[in-house]
């Protein structure tokens, strides 16, 4: 008589199949999401060059941001095509610098510093810096559901400004890739003068100023 195998023998081999199964498929998403993360970032932030001489400016921009091209008086949009989602984005726009200065106003500086506070701005910060030895600020804020990123950078001729969003990707990566292609910008016209040198007084060995004779 041809003998059965139970049927709590067939679940129990079954149970343990799955079991091995979910255990390999987890040891292999370990091992193939953080180096798939690794690429996707790798490619994200990789850096391409970009001109344009009518804006003029020269940067470098990240591979996530770089797509479609658009021109529009006075500036360029560039960005990442995405099908029912705010896309990664970034704007360059160009305009003349009536006072021919080097360097922002005080002024200026110090509406763009309390700006976010002023308006209630979330997430809104402000830095004042230099972008490829040139006078510049950035601004972080929250703008239109997603975070942006704006530098605006001066130089005798123009003043630039480049405004970055990750859109709905990524916040991480695509700020990265917002940040890192900013600072590539260099933006035509004359270089600043070097600051003033200062003036160093001799002084005697006790320290007190020598006496011209």
Same mark, same amino acid.
């Given at each position: 008589? $041809?003998?059965?195998? @139970?049927?709590?023998?067939?679940?129990?081999?079954?149970i343990l &199949?799955?079991g091995?199964?979910?255990?390999?498929?987890? *040891?292999?998403?370990? $091992?193939?999401?953080? $180096?798939?993360?690794?690429?996707?970032?790798?490619?994200?932030l990789k850096l +391409? @060059? !970009?001109?344009?001489?009518s804006l003029?400016?020269?940067?470098?921009? #990240?591979?996530?941001l !770089?797509g479609k091209i658009? /021109?529009?008086?006075?500036?360029?949009?560039?960005?990442?095509?995405? %099908?029912? /989602?705010?896309?990664?984005?970034?704007? =360059?726009t *160009?305009?003349?610098?009536?006072?021919?200065?080097?360097? %922002? *106003?005080p002024?200026?500086l110090?509406?763009w510093?309390t700006?976010?506070l002023?308006?209630?701005?979330?997430?809104?910060? %402000?830095?004042?810096? $230099?972008?490829n030895n040139?006078?510049?600020? &950035? =601004?972080?804020q %929250?703008?239109?559901r997603?975070?942006l990123?704006? #530098?605006r950078?001066? /130089? *005798?001729?123009?003043i630039?400004?480049?405004?970055?969003? @990750?859109?709905r990707?990524?916040?991480? =990566?695509?700020?990265?890739?917002c940040?890192? /292609?900013?600072h590539? &910008?260099?933006v035509?016209?004359?270089? @600043?003068?070097p600051?003033p040198q200062? =003036?160093l007084? +001799?002084?005697?060995p006790?320290g007190?100023?020598?006496?011209?004779?």
């Amino acid at each position: 008589m $041809k003998k059965e195998i @139970p049927f709590q023998l067939i679940v129990g081999i079954g149970i343990l &199949l799955v079991g091995a199964g979910v255990l390999g498929g987890e *040891s292999y998403l370990m $091992k193939w999401l953080p $180096k798939h993360r690794e690429r996707v970032r790798e490619e994200t932030l990789k850096l +391409l @060059p !970009y001109q344009n001489a009518s804006l003029g400016v020269e940067m470098q921009i #990240a591979a996530g941001l !770089y797509g479609k091209i658009e /021109s529009f008086p006075g500036g360029v949009r560039i960005w990442q095509p995405k %099908f029912w /989602s705010i896309p990664p984005a970034l704007t =360059i726009t *160009s305009q003349p610098n009536p006072d021919a200065t080097f360097e %922002f *106003s005080p002024e200026v500086l110090a509406k763009w510093q309390t700006q976010g506070l002023y308006e209630e701005i979330p997430r809104y910060h %402000f830095e004042h810096t $230099k972008i490829n030895n040139r006078d510049a600020i &950035l =601004i972080w804020q %929250f703008q239109n559901r997603a975070m942006l990123l704006t #530098a605006r950078v001066i /130089s *005798s001729e123009r003043i630039v400004e480049v405004a970055c969003t @990750p859109g709905r990707e990524d916040e991480d =990566i695509y700020m990265q890739a917002c940040d890192e /292609s900013v600072h590539t &910008l260099k933006v035509a016209g004359p270089e @600043p003068p070097p600051p003033p040198q200062p =003036i160093l007084e +001799l002084t005697g060995p006790a320290g007190r100023p020598k006496r011209a004779r």
